[in-house]
């Protein structure tokens, strides 16, 4: 089992990395460290995170990295990442991109 992540997602790890980057590189290098440590993880310990129905119905997991939400699809092979999102942002905002994201 691995893991993969959602075409957002991607971009969401590099619009974070970015963001530090242009400050820092060694610590945008340890961030974008941290979320592949916690990808790695997941996909070996995919029901470790936790559920977060204020933000979903469906079958999510929520791992946090720093001020980040990890949003993921623990039953699906690989562990299908849906996003990296700026955990202190309004809970209905975080909820709306994840609707986008979510497969029907």
Request: no cysteine; proline share 7%; aromatic share 8%.
């Amino acid at each position: 089992m691995g893991f993969a992540l959602h075409p957002d997602a991607i971009t969401d790890v590099d619009e974070i990395h970015g963001s530090i980057n242009r400050y820092n590189f060694n610590s945008a290098n340890r961030v974008l460290e941290e979320f592949l440590h916690a990808f790695q993880m997941l996909a070996r310990f995919p029901h470790h995170g936790h559920k977060r129905p204020d933000l979903t119905s469906h079958a999510l997991r929520f791992k946090v990295v720093r001020n980040h939400l990890i949003a993921y699809a623990p039953d699906k092979n690989p562990v299908w990442i849906l996003g990296v999102i700026d955990g202190r942002m309004n809970p209905r905002v975080i909820a709306a991109i994840l609707r986008e994201r979510e497969e029907p």
